[in-house]
């Protein structure tokens, strides 16, 4: 069980490394952008698309590393005063919701992302990139998403049988 808690562990870990880098192409593209608009008068029209395209990346990619790393925003007025036993005894409560609503969300995704690929789908602006791909991105970050809460509720279900770490 720790083999595969380490491997969806890795997984997210990995995923959030690779598009955190994304973040100096955005902060490249930004400062490239605001030159050639000012500077020479020619602004760009793939900066605004490359860089929301980069930003929604992170955010969707990260979010796996962000719930490992326990990064997430919560309400801490009752959560901070529980016991370890009582957090993971909410958190395993809490995980139901999370998981029903990440998993009708990934059935939505996929069978989206599996349109928007089929038909080629692109942004129809003057640029005209592919968006399939972000909607494919989307598909994965609900998947790992799952994959990280479900490590963290086996977890947090162990802890509180147990009264160990997993």
């Excluded at 789908?121 to 494919?136: F, Q, R, S």
Aim: proline share 4%; glycine share 4%; hydrophobic share 55%.
């Amino acid at each position: 069980m720790r083999r595969i808690l380490s491997v969806v562990d890795l997984l997210s870990t990995w995923f959030g490394k690779v598009v955190s880098a994304l973040t100096l192409f955005v902060a490249l593209a930004i400062v490239y952008e605001i030159f050639m608009r000012y500077a020479f008068v020619k602004p760009t029209v793939w900066a605004s698309e490359s860089t929301a395209f980069a930003c929604g990346l992170v955010y969707l990619l990260g979010g796996a590393w962000t719930l490992l790393e326990d990064k997430h925003v919560r309400i801490d007025m009752v959560y901070a005063k529980v016991s370890p036993r009582g957090r993971a005894a909410l958190d395993c409560f809490t995980y139901l919701f999370f998981a029903l609503y990440i998993a009708v969300m990934l059935q939505a995704t996929a069978i989206y992302a599996y349109e928007s690929a089929a038909l080629r789908e692109t942004t129809m602006t003057p640029w005209d990139p592919p968006i399939y791909p972000m909607k494919v991105a989307m598909t994965v970050a609900l998947a790992l998403l799952l994959l990280q809460g479900t490590a963290k509720f086996i977890r947090n279900l162990y802890f509180l049988v147990t009264g160990k770490t997993l």
